[in-house]
Structures are given as structure tokens and as C-alpha cells.
């Protein structure tokens, strides 16, 4: 903890600014509820999307300093993705998407939260490399992540859309890189007297933010009835909701096609293990992770794991189908990443190395190999995908 108010004492005077603002939007919101509380899920929202003040959503740098973003060097950002590591993980990727887009006849790739845009412009480069001109489609609530993306993107204009809204019976690829672990989560608690109570957020004495455990509505309640048999008394997690909300959405807007998620999580099992007393929540600002999102709304960036076998179930129960579910590793293995390893320019040694080493943190079960997982969901789709050729996990997630 330390550590964490020397962060603070550290930053960015505007920074710093930025979040007293969103603290004291939060405690007016607060202060005019008729509860005297308002659900965490509410308050994680507004943390992170609200227009003017959210993490995500305000005009100020996000994940990176523009500038270094550009140079393909985001060290100034709370965290960095799978794609900032290396160009390796789309060139692997886009094998996949090869295929998926061979089988449908399509050149369309949709892309829900693009990031920086370099996932975007390294797909688009390899597919370009082998004389296929995609269309690439973004959906991006961020205007300030879109003004970073036209950046990054701005030599492939006539390739690229970003949309404002779901598109209309699409045929395709779908990606969501990292998206459902920014969806804001519902806490619950499960009591020492196995009542199961919903974790809200007020103000004490000294208006700070406080916990306040109040009696679960019925979607909780309902949501628990799988989750109390792997727990026991006196744990804390989350549910995300708004994760199951949107698999629900693509029946709606997807014709034909494949939707690749790529995030960390663990099956329902692994989830609540009985151990895992206090969930997964997490929060990130300047790369320092913490689990207090009390400690500087605006921001930072807060985030939980996905709940595979809740994506799982919610596809199956809207008439989608499970293609694939496997680690990282698996995925990047399974779509050929040790070829393209193998073929890559030795000339220039230092690049090489690096190179090496993203590909190792990609693939390391200690490191992003294992506690990533991809899941893929189809719609009128029948063939078996490569990612998922060798170990593939479809079966765990519905024990």
C-alpha cells in the first residue's frame, strides 16, 4: 500500500485532477440515491465509460502516450496487450482469420475494442502480404482510443470503418481482444450465515468510499444458484453480467460467421475455486496492479477475469455454437506460431531476441500461455478451426 500512495504522490498534477473529479461526480451520484448507495456495477461503470470523466472514455491518454504509441513503444501506458508485445501474435492470429474467412467467403473482420489499432494494422498488413485486401470494421465507444486508432490506421483509410453502431447480418470474422475483462462486474458476498448479500459502494463519515453489503436482487440470486455449490462461507467475487448481455447480442447482428474471444479467465470450476476468498478484481495505473478501485477512479484502469463457462452458456442458450476453447498457448501453437518463429529474419539479431521473448511471454504457462484463454463462438459455421486442433478444453467449460 506503500507503494501505491508513492504512485499517487507522483503523479501528474492534471492526473490527479482528473480523478478528485471523477471521486466527487461518484459522491454526488452517491448522495443522490435514494439507497444513500449505489451498486459497485454502477459505480464501475461510471469509473471507467462514463463520457466526460471515464477511464476509457475521456479525452485524456488512456493506454498510452500518443507519441510512443506511434513509435510502437507503449511504455508509458497502465498495461500492455498481447499485440503491443510483438507483430508475431496478429502474423499467428491471421492464420486463423485466413481460414475462417476462407470457408465463409468473406473478406469482413470486425474488431470490438481495437485497442491502439495495432492489432488492426498488423492483421491488415498480413493479409496483405498474401494479396487479400480485408475490410476491416471497428466498433470503439472511446473517441480517444478512435483518434489514437486513425492514427495507427491512417495509411490503411480505404481499408477501415468504424462503425457507431452493431452492423447488420454480418459475414465474417469476429475479435474482442481483451474486451469482456473491462465490462463492469457485479460484486456478491457470501456470508459467514450463508446469506448471499451484493457488495454496494457509499460514503462514511468522512465521505470516503465505503463497501456496503446489501440483500441480492434476483438476478444475483439466480446467478448463484451455480456458483454456491463450488464456494464456501465468507467469500467475495464477481459476476460479470454485462459480459452474458452482450453474447446475447450476437445472434442479432451476426448471420454467418466466428467470434474470436481473447482474455484472461478460467472455466466457472477454476473461477470460484474455494480458495479464490476475494475474487479477481484488479486495477492497473502506471503498471502497478491493486485490488482497491477506491484508490484512483478515473484513472485507472479496473478490470476481472472472464467466466468462460457464463460465455459458454450464454451462447449455447441463444442458439450459438462452442467451435473451440483453449489457452493462449494452445491457440498461438495450434495456428502455427513455432513456423512462423522458425522463419523469421535472423539478420538482425537484437530484433530477433526480442522477438523471442514476446513470443515466450505469449506462450509461457507463467506467463500470458496459460491464464489466457481463446473461445470461439459460430453461427452457421461447420468447420473445425485450427486454434483449436490439439487440446482443446470445450468440454470444461460446461462441467
Not at 459475414?171 to 454496494?200: Q, R, T
Request: glycine fraction near 6%.
Amino acid at each position: 500500500m506503500n507503494t501505491i500512495k508513492s504512485l499517487l504522490k507522483h503523479l501528474h498534477p492534471s492526473s490527479t485532477k482528473h480523478s478528485r473529479q471523477m471521486m466527487d461526480f461518484l459522491k454526488r451520484k452517491i448522495r443522490a440515491s435514494t439507497e444513500k448507495a449505489i451498486k459497485f456495477e454502477d459505480w464501475m461503470f461510471e469509473a471507467l465509460y462514463n463520457p466526460f470523466l471515464g477511464y476509457y472514455t475521456s479525452k485524456n491518454d488512456i493506454l498510452f502516450n500518443e507519441r510512443d504509441i506511434l513509435k510502437n513503444a507503449p511504455i508509458n501506458g497502465d498495461f500492455i496487450t498481447a499485440p503491443e508485445l510483438t507483430p508475431i501474435f496478429a502474423k499467428t492470429i491471421s492464420k486463423q482469420i485466413d481460414q475462417t474467412l476462407n470457408y465463409l467467403g468473406s473478406k469482413d473482420i470486425i474488431e470490438f475494442g481495437a485497442g491502439s489499432g495495432i492489432l488492426a494494422k498488423n492483421i491488415i498488413q498480413e493479409f496483405m502480404s498474401i494479396g487479400i485486401n480485408v475490410n476491416y470494421k471497428i466498433i470503439e465507444i472511446s473517441n480517444s482510443l478512435i483518434s489514437i486508432q486513425k492514427q495507427t490506421l491512417a495509411s490503411f483509410n480505404n481499408q477501415v470503418e468504424w462503425l457507431s453502431s452493431l452492423p447488420n447480418k454480418f459475414k465474417g470474422c469476429v475479435i474482442a481482444n481483451e474486451l469482456l475483462d473491462a465490462m463492469p462486474v457485479s460484486i456478491f458476498h457470501y456470508s459467514e450465515n450463508k446469506n448471499i448479500m451484493e457488495k454496494w459502494v457509499g460514503l462514511d463519515q468522512r465521505e470516503e468510499f465505503i463497501w456496503i453489503n446489501k440483500p441480492a436482487d434476483d438476478r444475483l440470486l439466480n446467478a448463484m444458484n451455480k456458483i454456491i455449490p463450488l464456494i464456501g462461507p465468507n467469500y467475495t467475487s464477481e459476476i460479470n453480467f454485462q459480459s452474458e448481455a452482450w453474447v446475447r447480442t450476437i445472434p442479432e447482428w451476426l448471420e454467418e460467421g466466428v467470434v474470436f474471444i481473447i482474455d484472461y479467465g478460467f472455466p466457472r470450476y477454476e473461477y470460484y475455486h474455494p480458495q479464490r476468498i476475494t475474487g479477481t478484481l484488479m486495477c492497473h495505473l502506471n503498471h502497478m496492479a491493486y485490488s482497491d478501485p477506491f484508490t484512483a477512479p478515473g484513472i485507472q484502469d479496473i478490470t476481472s477475469h472472464v467466466d468462460f463457462s457464463l460465455i459458454a452458456e450464454s451462447s449455447i442458450e441463444n442458439g450459438l455454437n462452442i467451435l473451440g476453447y483453449t489457452s493462449l498457448a494452445n491457440f498461438l501453437i495450434n495456428s502455427g506460431i513455432t513456423n512462423i518463429i522458425n522463419d523469421l529474419d535472423r539478420s538482425d539479431i537484437k530484433n530477433h531476441i526480442k522477438n523471442i521473448g514476446a513470443v515466450q511471454k505469449l506462450i509461457s504457462e507463467t506467463e500470458m500461455g496459460e491464464l489466457f484463454k481463446v473461445i470461439a463462438i459460430g453461427k452457421n459455421f461447420q468447420e473445425e478451426l485450427m486454434g483449436f486442433s490439439n487440446n482443446d478444453r470445450s468440454q470444461k467449460l460446461l462441467v
